[in-house]
């Protein structure tokens, strides 16, 4: 991507609103599959409120935190940039990478938590199927692979 002068706040700013659109669906839906990203990326925020302590401002802080996960996300979607090397791909692609593999790790994350932490497997499933989907959606949006077309053969 040679037109492409700072990808890395371009890839932030894009995960950051993905991150955030995907936290607005999850707070506006009542479907239960839809609210799973967003109560994940609230977790990850619980659990540095306790390492920090509780945060004055919430609201601000959870811009922050959203802010700061965005970046987290650029620096996977650098990573799956250089892996896919060869391939072109979109700086949006890329930005959406990086925030489906946030929140993929954040889910197993979850899931090696609750499995660490007590004998529930139904949570441990949820949580690990969904970082897993989250993770291989964002191999594909990276372009690190590609689904075979049936429509070619």
Request: proline share 4%; hydrophobic share 60%; net charge positive.
């Amino acid at each position: 991507m040679a037109y492409s002068r700072h990808p890395f706040a371009r890839d932030a700013l894009v995960a950051t609103v993905i991150l955030a659109a995907l936290y607005g669906l999850g707070a506006a839906s009542q479907a239960a599959p839809l609210q799973l990203p967003a109560y994940l990326v609230v977790v990850g925020f619980d659990v540095l409120e306790v390492g920090f302590g509780a945060a004055p401002v919430y609201r601000i802080s959870f811009a922050l935190y959203l802010v700061g996960l965005g970046v987290v996300a650029a620096a996977a979607a650098a990573g799956i940039r250089r892996l896919a090397r060869g391939r072109e791909v979109s700086s949006l692609r890329l930005g959406a990478a990086g925030a489906l593999a946030v929140v993929g790790t954040l889910s197993l994350a979850v899931a090696a938590s609750v499995f660490l932490g007590t004998t529930q497997r139904e949570p441990v499933a949820i949580a690990g199927t969904t970082g897993a989907v989250m993770l291989a959606l964002a191999g594909w949006l990276g372009g690190l692979f590609a689904v075979p077309d049936r429509r070619s053969r």
